[in-house]
């Protein structure tokens, strides 16, 4: 059993910067992928980015290459998205998510999920 605990959401202004952090509870955090998904009011929820188990490989979708980071520190037991450059379009509330595997871009094969964390960019 993991859970998932997010933090770092808040209201920026575009152009701006925020850093979410995910903190697991468990002793095998090692084992785990990891990814960030996100959920605007009446949309779907989307994959944003994902990292390996060991934290040396990462995925993004391709509305925040180039802009956010993905980042997992298995000593603290902690995932982080830096987002820079935020766009209005990047407001959504935003999940961490593990999957015991492989990374993965679908919200379907990760099994634990964080309560959410609120982004807000205004324009």
């Known amino acids: 059993q993991v859970q998932l605990v997010e933090s770092g959401g808040g209201l920026v202004q575009a152009g701006g910067s925020l850093r979410l952090s995910c903190a697991a509870s468990g002793r095998t955090f090692s084992s785990y992928a990891m990814g960030w998904f996100r959920q605007a009011p009446g949309k779907e929820r989307d994959f944003v980015a994902a990292?390996?188990?060991?934290?040396?490989?990462?995925y993004y979708s391709d509305s925040v290459k180039g802009r956010f980071t993905i980042s997992k520190d298995n000593a603290k037991n902690t995932i982080y998205l830096q987002m820079n450059n935020l766009k209005p379009e990047d407001t959504a509330v935003y999940y961490c998510?593990?999957?015991?595997?492989?990374?993965?871009?679908?919200?379907?094969?990760?099994?634990?999920w964080g309560q959410g964390t609120q982004v807000t960019v205004s324009s």
């Open positions: 990292v390996s188990r060991s934290g040396r490989i990462t």
């Open positions: 998510a593990a999957r015991y595997s492989i990374s993965s871009s679908l919200s379907t094969e990760y099994e634990y």
